[in-house]
């Protein structure tokens, strides 16, 4: 993840690493005993706590860790440029004013 958080803190305009994050986790529908979102997340904060350390803030977190599960891959990532969040229908990410219903334009 050591080039991904130097894009992180390019596109951002940051000079240090994050000091919280909160982990939010997508699966996808129709699995057959699938594990709960909340499951998820909490098994990728652990490791993103174990390996970097950061602290767990769900309101004053510095960078979101997007966990996605599906029937046949799981995968950890980080929303590399401001202004991305998680959408959990359909599992996508969306820019944050579209997602809050501020889309400007036509």
């Not at 602290?55 to 004053?60: E, F, G, I, L, Y």
């Not at 599906?70 to 440029?81: D, E, K, N, Q």
């Amino acid at each position: 993840w050591d080039g991904a958080l130097a894009i992180w803190r390019r596109c951002g305009g940051k000079t240090e690493a994050p000091r919280a994050f909160r982990a939010t986790a997508l699966r996808e529908d129709g699995l057959e005993r699938p594990p709960k979102t909340n499951e998820i997340a909490r098994a990728a904060g652990a490791g993103v706590w174990r390996r970097w350390g950061w602290r767990v803030s769900m309101t004053a977190w510095d960078i979101e860790v997007i966990a996605v599960w599906t029937g046949s891959f799981a995968l950890c990532g980080l929303p590399l440029t401001a202004g991305w969040v998680a959408s959990k229908e359909p599992l996508r990410f969306w820019p944050a004013e579209y997602a809050a219903g501020k889309r400007g334009g036509t």
